[in-house]
């Protein structure tokens, strides 16, 4: 079979895109807050049940709203995984926050919760579970430690739209929960992000920070009669032609979904001889937890090289990558954070953790593809 060239992610297109945009420039609205945006903001708040959903520019700024919310200050420590993407630290750190990195499991990769109380401290303030690919933390568990110890939880749910945990949407159960609608992610808006505020009382708060610190919003509502500025914030709002480009996308979100979740299963499926071998270990997906086919990785056995893995299939254009550095080793997370407990299972995955290519359009002929290099190298990369 001739090699066929693969990328790790290939941006899917419904076909309204453009459309969409065309409309808002039609319309002349192309600030923010639109009639895109509110169409957004309705969907969100229907599908995840939260109390108010608010786009913005990025699932960072998402999150950079949430410290802003809990009214982080320095020295505050706020507990996370530290097998996670940069922006769910920085957001913390921003404020003078200090994120404290705690172990994952070894079945889902999420913050480990049986751990989460020996890293409880006086200056503790938050939770911030990630959900990895998609698939959700414990969170009856962690609900639970943070009402014991008043606490704080922001679900880092950017990898998780369309996923639900004993069917409640991920982003929906904490305090406040976090999106990405990334080009990477499963549905995108090329950047961009939402904030899910599920505790009513932070809703106002929420939409002053998102616009600048002002009550604009309350005065286009004819609330007040005029509108001034209240608190801290920023510009944290996308403009329309982003949102007119994720309504598309959310139209034809349980779509994508169901494809991509065709095309995960398909992984799994033909990977279960290699993980009987003992060459790698497949994704866990706990019955609690409906993921959405956000990534598809495996974990090489112990004495298999992850790079020769990775060269072999290069070699043969396919795009497949490894994930995060962890924080509490890189320099920043040094300066900044500090680690609570043993990091044994995130040293651990993150030197043996493979990504595939997973996207919407990838074809059975080329996944098989990608399925027959990687058997080949992970077999031929054994090291005796």
């Known amino acids: 079979m001739n090699s066929l060239k693969i990328p790790f992610n290939k941006p899917y297109m419904t076909g309204k895109e453009l459309y969409y945009i065309a409309e808002a420039n039609f319309g002349n609205k192309l600030a923010g807050d639109g009639p895109f945006t509110k169409r957004c903001h309705n969907w969100l708040e229907q599908s995840t049940d939260c109390s108010k959903a608010l786009l913005t520019h990025s699932c960072t700024a998402a999150l950079e709203m949430a410290a802003l919310l809990l009214d982080i200050q320095p020295g505050d420590e706020v507990i996370m995984p530290s097998y996670t993407f940069v922006?769910?630290?920085?957001?913390?750190?921003?404020?003078?926050?200090?994120?404290?990195?705690?172990?994952i499991r070894e079945d889902t990769l999420n913050l480990d919760e049986r751990l989460i109380e020996a890293a409880i401290t006086p200056r503790t303030r938050a939770i911030v579970p990630v959900h990895y690919a998609g698939v959700a933390c414990e969170m009856d568990a962690i609900m639970a430690i943070a009402r014991r110890h008043g606490l704080k939880v922001v679900e880092d749910a950017a990898q998780g739209v369309m996923s639900t945990y004993k069917g409640r949407a991920l982003g929906s159960i904490g305090d406040l929960g976090a999106y990405s609608f990334h080009e990477t992610k499963n549905v995108?808006?090329?950047?961009?992000?939402?904030?899910?505020?599920?505790?009513?009382?932070?809703?106002?708060?929420?939409?002053?920070?998102?616009?600048?610190?002002?009550d604009r919003n309350r005065f286009f509502r004819g609330e007040v009669d005029k509108y001034t500025w209240q608190e801290v914030g920023s510009s944290f709002l996308p403009g329309e032609l982003t949102a007119a480009f994720l309504w598309a996308q959310l139209e034809e979100a349980q779509t994508i979904t169901r494809e991509r979740l065709a095309i995960w299963a398909r992984y799994h499926e033909a990977l279960e001889t290699l993980e009987s071998k003992?060459?790698?270990?497949?994704?866990?997906?706990?019955?609690?937890?409906?993921?959405?086919?956000?990534?598809?990785?495996?974990?090489?056995?112990?004495?298999?090289?992850?790079?020769?893995?990775?060269?072999?299939?290069?070699?043969?254009?396919?795009?497949?990558?490894?994930?995060?550095?962890?924080?509490?080793?890189?320099?920043?997370?040094?300066?900044?954070?500090?680690?609570?407990?043993?990091?044994?299972?995130?040293?651990?995955?993150?030197?043996c953790l493979i990504r595939l290519p997973l996207w919407v359009g990838l074809t059975i002929e080329q996944q098989g593809w990608v399925m027959d290099v990687l058997s080949r190298a992970v077999v031929g990369g054994v090291k005796l």
């Open 188 to 214: 995108i808006s090329g950047e961009g992000g939402a904030l899910l505020v599920n505790d009513p009382e932070l809703a106002l708060r929420a939409e002053i920070i998102r616009e600048k610190g002002t």
């Open 278 to 351: 003992g060459l790698l270990q497949r994704p866990r997906v706990p019955v609690d937890c409906q993921h959405n086919a956000h990534m598809y990785y495996v974990l090489l056995a112990p004495g298999i090289g992850r790079q020769a893995v990775l060269s072999e299939l290069k070699s043969n254009d396919i795009n497949a990558v490894f994930h995060y550095v962890p924080l509490h080793s890189s320099p920043a997370g040094e300066r900044y954070g500090r680690v609570a407990g043993s990091m044994e299972v995130t040293n651990k995955i993150s030197k």
């Open 87 to 103: 922006s769910t630290a920085n957001a913390f750190v921003l404020r003078g926050g200090v994120p404290v990195f705690v172990d």
